[in-house]
């Protein structure tokens, strides 16, 4: 009767072994599963799509202010300047504003009407191409004719300011800071007139092809331009 116990159990432990070790191996040889293709691809389109709608002119975030700095303040004073050409809103710390003094005539376009001769008179003495004026509308004429009297660089010597813009210079009595005074203007088209004092010679540096040794407005003919 043991030996039949014996054997049974035997076989019992036998046939365990048996089922056990193929499940390990049905469990090893089975594949993970993997996610279907299509949901794959569909995956790698839509980040490849992100990518692509990633503008890159768009702003980077503001980093943080360094410590001490606090930012726009809608508090400041010159938040709330009012507009003005000779009349705007001022606010200064730490200095005086003394005096306003306009430009001379010879340096004023005079006229705001775009369709008044001087305008284009003004951008042909400054060198404008006529195909490129063509394509500007008659507003920007306007403004690009007044920017030809634009004040642009300053030199200093002893008691005299000499203020140089797009269209000449002009030279100033500044013995009295509160009173300037205008000693004389040459009207002298070249862009730029970057003015330098050395001694008792003045130079003054141009950049465009309609200046002259002799300072003249009449220009040069086309043929004559260089560029």
Do not use: W
Request: with cysteine.
């Amino acid at each position: 009767m043991n030996r039949i116990l014996n054997n049974a159990f035997c076989l019992l432990i036998a046939c365990l072994c048996l089922s056990s070790s193929f499940a390990v191996i049905t469990l090893a040889q089975t594949p993970s599963p993997s996610p279907p293709q299509e949901e794959t691809k569909a995956a790698d389109t839509k980040a490849a799509n992100k990518e692509e709608e990633k503008n890159p002119f768009a702003p980077e975030p503001a980093p943080p202010l360094p410590t001490g700095m606090t930012g726009s303040d809608v508090n400041d004073p010159r938040a709330k300047l009012t507009p003005g050409f000779y009349d705007a809103g001022e606010a200064a710390l730490g200095i005086k504003h003394l005096m306003l003094l306009k430009k001379p005539d010879a340096f004023q376009l005079g006229v705001n009407d775009p369709n008044d001769p001087k305008v284009q008179k003004i951008l042909g003495l400054i060198g404008a191409n006529a195909t490129d004026i063509s394509k500007m509308s008659k507003e920007v004429q306007l403004v690009t004719a007044q920017l030809a009297f634009a004040n642009s660089d300053l030199a200093f010597q002893g008691n005299h300011l000499f203020m140089g813009n797009f269209y000449g210079l002009s030279i100033y009595d500044i013995s009295n800071p509160a009173k300037p005074s205008l000693l004389t203007s040459m009207v002298c088209p070249g862009g730029q007139n970057d003015v330098s004092v050395y001694k008792n010679l003045m130079f003054m540096s141009v950049e465009m092809p309609n200046g002259r040794l002799d300072c003249g407005t009449q220009g040069f003919p086309p043929d004559k331009r260089t560029s």
